[in-house]
């Protein structure tokens, strides 16, 4: 049984990830591969609350999260990037200092820029020619 404080509040870790159906919903989720979804989650992991824009994740590091390899990681992230769920906010840095490349939630707000969530996963799928033109009779 969890422990209550006198308020009512559970004691211990309150962290949890929340996924919204709209997100869940979308193309982009629906068509994403397993390990894709899988390194979304391990991403979120990440995010506690107030870094959005500063995650910090290699390949390496989700890699070893996931029990992949680090090419079956790199292309996890790729995947994440190129359906709109995560955008790079600062690339990696290897010259002088091993730096990870940092990323933002793109349904979350930018806590780096201040600005809302942009959501760019719900155009994924979407393009020109979705859009029916008329023809010439």
């Known amino acids: 049984m969890v422990a209550h ?4 509040r559970s004691k211990g870790d309150g962290r949890f990830i929340n996924i919204y159906h709209a997100l869940l919903n979308t193309v982009a989720w629906e068509q994403m ?6 390194a979304f989650l391990e991403c979120m992991r990440f995010y506690n609350g107030k870094n ?12 070893d999260k ?3 390899g680090k090419s ?3 292309r996890a992230i790729e995947e994440l990037v190129s ?7 600062k690339a990696s840095d290897f010259s002088k200092k091993r ?8 349904h979350l707000p930018c806590h780096k820029t201040k600005k809302p969530p ?6 994924y799928g979407r393009s020109a020619s979705n859009h029916t033109e008329e023809q010439p009779t």
């Open 5 to 8: 404080n006198p308020t009512g």
């Open 33 to 38: 591969t397993p390990i894709g979804k899988a």
């Open 52 to 63: 959005n824009g500063y995650l910090a994740i290699s390949s390496r590091s989700l890699a």
């Open 66 to 68: 996931l029990g992949v």
């Open 72 to 74: 079956t990681a790199a």
């Open 83 to 89: 359906r709109g769920f995560l955008r790079l906010s």
């Open 99 to 106: 730096m990870a490349s940092e990323y933002r939630f793109t």
């Open 118 to 123: 942009s959501k760019e996963y719900a155009s």
